[in-house]
Structure formats: C-alpha cells, structure tokens
C-alpha cells in the first residue's frame, strides 16, 4: 500500500523555525518529484515547492511567499522528503502535505498525498 | 503566475444529477491540468490529469475535457461519495498553482 507520512508539525512562535518530514513506503520517491502543497483551514491549496529526483540533479522550486525561508531537501536512501522553514510567519499556519508527482517539470500531478501535517505560527 | 478560476464556487445537486465545474487559466497551459476532489480532513485525491485522463480506480462517471484556457470536469450521475470540494490545478510552468475550489453539496 501506498503511503506518505509527515511528521513534525507543531505550535511555533513567529520567527521560529520548524522541521517537517515526509517518509513514503509503497513506492521509490527517487522516481519522483516530490513537493510540499499547505492549506489554510478552511481555504484552499497552495503550492510551496518541490524537490526533483536524481535525473535533475535534486534541483527545487520554490513559491513566491516562501522563498529564502524555506529550504526542501530529500534522502532517497531513507525514501524520505524534508520541509525547513525559518523565519515563521503567522501567515504560514497551515496543513502542510507532502505530495508526489510521477511526471516531472511539465503536466505534473500529484497521484500520491500524505495526511498531512498542522503548522499553527503563533505568540 | 497563471490565476486558474473555477466555477461556480458552489454547487448545490441531487443524486444522480450530472454537474459540470469548470476551470479557466489566465493565459494557455495546453493540457497541463488536474482535477482533484477532497472531503474535510482528508487529503485531495487526484481525479483527472493531462486534462481529460482518468486516473488509475477512480470511476468512470468522471471525466474532463479542455485544452489551452478553458477546462472541465463533469460528473454524468452524482454518488453520496461524489460530495466534496473540487480542484484545478495546473504544471504548465512555475509556480504550481489550483484553483479556487468548488464546494459540491448535496440538496
């Protein structure tokens, strides 16, 4: 069986940083992109950023909002994908999903989705 | 960034109704669209992708149609199961972005 498992998520201060993990079973994330997809509660999805497989060199994207805050990385020898974030805005409270993509750079879905994981940024 | 619009935001059917969401795109992103529903508290489950291919177990009262700036989903004969929030989403370049959703309800 397919599945993605975060972890991590907790109630930090603004400013404060957090760590989240993603660790997959049922399937090789080294065939895949892997991305992180939040949302607020009660509105909708937004894309944070993704991790390229081996092919393109573990490359990453990133959104607008996040970037120089947030940092993903990946061990595919722990089938593994990983969300840094410092500098933790009230506005980034939120389900943070790690997701995988099978395709790639153009097309892209997502086909595999994890629980989930809460991020509440407040004082 | 391409801005994707779906509408309407809400929709009220019946079972066995046939209702169709649609998802426009700010500018050309050929095929490059998904479409996925979710119920609260769980994660969304992908539906459709390349436009109009359905995914692997998901049944075939779904389908999708569209291509450049216009999209959409059509659900022939509505199940309980089928009530959810749906989505587009679109990979035709950075950043990935989905629509606004659309709440389908029963009524």
């Known amino acids: 069986e397919v599945q993605l498992v975060e972890s991590g998520g907790d109630l930090v201060q603004p400013g404060g940083s957090l760590r989240l993990s993603c660790t997959a079973s049922?399937?090789?994330?080294?065939?895949?992109?892997m991305d992180w997809v939040r949302q607020t509660p009660g509105k909708g999805l937004e894309w944070v950023g993704r991790?390229?497989?081996?092919?393109?060199?573990?490359?990453?994207e990133v959104a607008a909002s996040v970037k120089g805050r947030f940092t993903i990385s990946r061990d595919d020898s722990k089938n593994s994908l990983y969300l840094e974030m410092n500098s933790l805005k009230t506005e980034d409270t939120a389900v943070y999903y790690c997701?995988?993509?099978?395709?790639?750079?153009?097309?892209?879905?997502?086909?595999?989705w994890g629980q989930g994981a809460l991020v509440t940024v407040s004082s | 960034d391409i801005q994707l619009t779906q509408s309407p935001s809400f929709l009220s059917a019946s079972v066995g109704d046939r209702v169709t969401i649609t998802c426009r795109a700010s500018?050309?992103?050929?095929?490059?669209l998904a479409w996925y529903h979710q119920k609260p508290g769980k994660a969304p489950k992908l539906l459709i992708y390349?436009?109009?291919t359905l995914q692997s177990g998901v049944p075939s009262r779904f389908s999708g149609r569209g291509s450049g700036t216009e999209f959409t989903l059509t659900i022939s004969s509505l199940q309980p199961e089928d009530f959810a929030t749906y989505y587009c989403?679109?990979?035709?370049?950075?950043?990935?972005?989905f629509g606004q959703g659309t709440r389908l309800e029963i009524k």
């Open positions: 989403q679109h990979l035709n370049s950075y950043p990935i972005t």
């Open positions: 997701a995988g993509d099978p395709t790639g750079d153009w097309g892209g879905y997502f086909d595999h």
């Open positions: 049922g399937f090789r994330i080294s065939d895949y992109y």
């Open positions: 390349g436009a109009s």
């Open positions: 500018q050309g992103i050929s095929s490059y």
């Open positions: 991790s390229r497989n081996k092919n393109k060199s573990y490359t990453t």
